[in-house]
């Protein structure tokens, strides 16, 4: 069948389906507005509270402008 797209997941089943399963996630780096899942519900302390290994990479600019992947797409 069809999955949904990973937004349309909830936060857990990500978590244990995609992250600990499918990709043995040892550990996870996110920026600072990192969020995932329906509502955008999971965040970083979502993540270690479900036993990942997250941490946060803090914001930080390159000639005036901060790096997000919508300017790296750009």
């Known amino acids: 069948g069809c999955r949904p797209p990973f937004a ?3 936060p857990d089943g990500f978590c244990k389906e995609v992250l600990k399963n499918r990709l ?3 550990a996870l780096f996110v920026g600072w507005n990192f969020r995932f899942g ?5 965040d970083l302390a979502f993540l270690n509270s479900h036993g990942l290994n997250a941490h946060l990479v803090e914001p930080f600019c390159i000639e005036g402008e901060i790096v997000s992947i919508s300017r790296i797409r750009e």
């Open 24 to 26: 043995n996630a040892q």
């Open 8 to 10: 349309h997941h909830e």
């Open 38 to 42: 329906r509502e955008r519900e999971g």
